[in-house]
């Protein structure tokens, strides 16, 4: 029966190549967006107090960082790439990028060390995966995604989620690879201790300046996505709080918080005080608003954000299953940007959107 149906495929294959090489439609499907060619990504870099005096030059450099990972994005998405692995991609590339508090630039806890969370959510079976509180691993999206597609769990902790990075094929690198002088500096500060003078040959991407006054906590990256064929992920990554004490999780790791996608509601990435998005389940309660009463993503947001949680806690962003994009905030401003199959590319940092094409 078996080697029937092997037979009947390799006779049927050739037809089925000719048929989608020769297909006209391949600009057709570009020209009429059917529902399921629509996709919509909404990505962050962390909310907080930015000052609006910030630096040109640092302006530009957060807006050229937030700009290149949301092309990349739609680059994927417009070649049919799915959900998951979209989300993946670009916050790898943030996680590279040490203007932001994930990966390299990372902020330093209580201990002058970095342990950093991430987590990866599937809306299409809610299946996820998460790690906190790892020290050697180059990208934690990336580990948080071997934990949600080769583990029977979801979170692995500190030492344990070293030990599931042995058994994987995730870069690893020195602790001293996520360090940045400007990190140190915030750390210093929030000790009270700015007089020490670093003996530190940092080289100019690790002393760049602060954004904001409250830059402790800011600079978490996420990114949600709707792809073309109507799946939802989401994932978040970050170094956490500055000056954290041993052990500390916050909300990034946690689905549900800091991180959740359901195909039926929406995909969401959260930001802010991670104690405040744990307390109120902020990711799921959207979902779960939009789910038991209809709200539309933006209405269920903005609920959550400015009814539940404190002014200057931070933020969300996230896309909906119909495509609709959120970025609801509470704080003077937030990193973000968005983009779907319509046209629609922003980039934002404050009310205004700094690059904008319809
Ligand atoms: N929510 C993160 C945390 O509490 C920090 C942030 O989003 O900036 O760990």
């Not at 057709?28 to 967006?33: C, L, P, R, V």
């Not at 909310?47 to 290149?68: F, H, T």
Request: glycine share 12%; with cysteine.
């Amino acid at each position: 029966m078996k080697t029937c149906y092997t037979l009947i495929t390799l006779c049927l294959l050739p037809f089925a190549l000719l048929t989608a090489c020769d297909r006209p439609g391949e600009t057709t499907m570009n020209e009429n967006q059917t529902e399921q060619a629509r996709y919509a990504i909404a990505l962050h870099g962390g909310a907080g107090v930015i000052s609006r005096d910030l630096d040109e030059e640092v302006r530009r450099q957060y807006v050229d960082g937030l700009d290149e990972a949301l092309a990349l994005g739609v680059e994927m998405l417009e070649n049919g790439a799915e959900a998951l692995d979209v989300v993946e991609q670009v916050i790898r590339i943030l996680e590279d990028n040490p203007l932001f508090n994930a990966g390299r630039g990372a902020v330093m806890t209580n201990e002058e060390k970095f342990e950093l969370d991430a987590s990866i959510m599937d809306g299409r079976d809610l299946s996820g995966g998460a790690v906190t509180g790892v020290t050697t691993v180059r990208h934690p999206i990336s580990l948080a995604r071997h934990v949600k597609s080769g583990s029977r769990h979801i979170l692995f902790a500190a030492e344990g989620a070293e030990r599931f990075a042995d058994e994987t094929g995730v870069e690893r690198v020195d602790p001293s690879y996520f360090y940045t002088e400007r990190r140190h500096r915030q750390l210093l500060r929030a000790q009270g201790r700015d007089e020490v003078i670093l003996d530190h040959s940092g080289d100019e991407e690790s002393m760049l300046p602060d954004a904001g006054a409250d830059s402790d906590k800011m600079g978490t990256v996420g990114v949600a996505v709707l792809d073309r064929n109507g799946n939802l992920a989401a994932g978040t990554s970050t170094g956490g709080m500055t000056n954290k004490r041993f052990g500390r999780v916050g909300d990034s790791p946690l689905l549900g918080a800091g991180t959740y996608a359901n195909n039926e509601t929406c995909a969401i990435s959260s930001t802010g005080t991670g104690e405040e998005f744990i307390r109120h389940a902020v990711a799921f309660q959207i979902s779960a608003i939009m789910e038991y009463t209809g709200a539309g993503l933006n209405e269920a947001a903005d609920q959550v954000i400015n009814g539940k949680l404190r002014e200057g806690d931070g933020g969300i962003i996230g896309v909906s299953h119909t495509g609709e994009i959120a970025m609801v905030f509470n704080s003077p401003g937030m990193f973000r940007a968005a983009a779907d199959a319509s046209g629609r590319y922003e980039v934002s940092i404050w009310d205004e959107p700094i690059i904008m094409r319809e």
